[in-house]
């Protein structure tokens, strides 16, 4: 695993989906800005933890497809479906 080519690629990603740019949260007595909520991804010697999920070893191949899309500049396609806008 080019865990720097990771980190390079997580940072890129960070910066299209908007990292520190807060957006207008409607609420009942008006409006307040809001950053996105961030989504932890933990890089081991053998493995990733991704939000408050399980441990899930390099070797495993939704593992694999993960990170080839990060290494590729993608959005993880395991998370389009929980979040069609992105994190």
Same mark, same amino acid.
């Given at each position: 695993i080019d865990f720097d080519l990771i980190l390079e690629k997580v940072k890129d990603l960070n910066v299209l989906a908007g990292e520190g740019i807060s957006h207008i949260e409607h609420t009942p007595r008006g409006a307040q800005l809001r950053e =996105?909520?961030?989504? =932890?991804?933990?890089?081991?010697?053998?493995?990733?933890i991704m939000a408050d999920g399980a441990f899930r070893p390099y070797e495993d191949p939704s593992t694999q497809q993960c990170l080839q899309d990060i290494a590729d500049g993608y959005f993880p396609s395991e998370l389009q479906l929980r979040y069609p806008d992105g994190i």
């Open positions: =996105p909520e961030p989504l =932890p991804l933990t890089l081991y010697q053998n493995g990733i």
